[in-house]
């Protein structure tokens, strides 16, 4: 039997990822929108504005041109105030050493504070233990990138599956993938996120693909939709829209429970 959200928070080992389970279901909503603007002010606007309808938002930090703390201070402000988790996209590629310094230094310093951030698999084990020195005594999650979106990614098969098989071992840190679709059986905990969700147009001209909110949670039991042009692109009513995908990503839900 498919397991709600609520049953789910209390399994995992990770805080992280029993907070986020928990808040999904207080706020109904298995929305993440993923919010990729230059600019502070478009970025904190668009945040405030479906701040009430996500659980999750999603930054790519590093295309912010007017970057400071400020930033960082008020983002947290609003995770706060509107009850939702951050997620730094950052992609993390390199060997464990690296990956730490990367994670906890530099401008960013990503580690103090996004609740999560993710990695991939392409260098081994190391970039996991790596991350984990810092991310895991801040009770931090991570999750690993098993599959891509964009056309002709090399993240399928065998590469998935050692994917999954690197997150089992490190069930204390690794709360989940990136993915298109459920990868382990429902009496292992992982959550899955899925980019490339849209429900007007069926790809960019840069090889993103998009799936409907429908076919990503029912058909292909992933627990989170991730949504970013559909919701802020091309002049379009973020509140609207963000309302849209919230309210498409749950009915998909209770779908799959049967409900
Ligand atoms: O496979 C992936 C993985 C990620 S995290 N495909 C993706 O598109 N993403 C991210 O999801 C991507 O970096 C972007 O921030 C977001 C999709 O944005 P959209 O505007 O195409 O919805």
């Given at each position: 039997?498919?397991?709600?959200?609520?049953?789910r928070?209390?399994?995992?080992?990770?805080?992280?990822?029993r907070?986020?389970?928990?808040?999904?279901?207080?706020?109904?909503?298995?929305?993440?929108?993923a919010v990729?603007?230059?600019?502070?002010?478009?970025?904190?606007?668009?945040?405030?504005?479906?701040?009430?309808?996500?659980?999750?938002l999603?930054t790519?930090?590093?295309?912010?041109e007017?970057?400071?703390?400020d930033?960082?201070?008020?983002?947290?402000a609003?995770?706060e105030?509107?009850?939702?988790?951050?997620f730094e996209?950052?992609?993390?590629?390199?060997?464990?050493?690296?990956?730490a310094?990367?994670?906890s230094?530099?401008?960013?310093?990503?580690?103090?504070?996004?609740?999560?951030?993710n990695?991939?698999t392409?260098?081994g084990?190391?970039?996991i233990?790596?991350?984990?020195?810092?991310g895991?005594?801040?009770?931090?999650?991570?999750?690993?990138?098993?599959?891509?979106?964009?056309a002709?990614?090399?993240?399928?098969?065998?590469?998935?599956?050692?994917t999954?098989?690197?997150?089992?071992?490190?069930?204390?840190?690794?709360?989940?993938?990136i993915?298109?679709?459920?990868?382990?059986?429902?009496?292992?905990?992982?959550?899955?996120?899925s980019?490339?969700?849209?429900?007007?147009?069926?790809?960019?001209?840069?090889?993103?693909?998009?799936?409907?909110?429908?076919?990503?949670?029912?058909?292909?039991?992933?627990?989170?939709?991730?949504v970013?042009?559909g919701i802020?692109?091309n002049?379009?009513?973020v509140?609207?829209?963000?309302?849209?995908?919230?309210?498409?990503?749950?009915e998909?839900?209770l779908?799959?429970?049967?409900?």
């Amino acid at each position: 039997m498919v397991k709600t959200y609520a049953e789910r928070a209390e399994i995992f080992q990770n805080e992280t990822a029993r907070k986020l389970f928990q808040c999904i279901e207080r706020k109904k909503s298995n929305l993440c929108v993923a919010v990729d603007v230059t600019r502070k002010t478009e970025l904190l606007d668009i945040v405030d504005k479906v701040g009430p309808y996500i659980c999750l938002l999603k930054t790519h930090v590093d295309v912010i041109e007017d970057f400071d703390e400020d930033l960082i201070v008020k983002l947290r402000a609003l995770s706060e105030s509107h009850d939702f988790m951050i997620f730094e996209d950052r992609k993390f590629a390199d060997i464990g050493n690296t990956v730490a310094l990367q994670y906890s230094s530099g401008i960013y310093k990503i580690s103090s504070w996004a609740h999560i951030t993710n990695a991939h698999t392409i260098p081994g084990e190391g970039i996991i233990t790596g991350l984990a020195q810092i991310g895991k005594p801040l009770g931090r999650g991570l999750l690993l990138l098993a599959e891509m979106s964009s056309a002709g990614s090399l993240a399928t098969g065998s590469y998935t599956d050692a994917t999954v098989a690197m997150a089992r071992k490190h069930k204390d840190f690794v709360i989940g993938f990136i993915a298109g679709r459920k990868l382990t059986g429902d009496d292992e905990d992982f959550i899955v996120m899925s980019p490339g969700v849209g429900l007007d147009v069926s790809g960019d001209a840069l090889g993103q693909r998009y799936r409907t909110p429908e076919d990503v949670i029912v058909s292909s039991g992933s627990d989170i939709i991730i949504v970013g042009r559909g919701i802020y692109g091309n002049g379009r009513d973020v509140v609207k829209e963000a309302k849209r995908y919230r309210d498409a990503g749950w009915e998909a839900y209770l779908t799959r429970l049967g409900l």
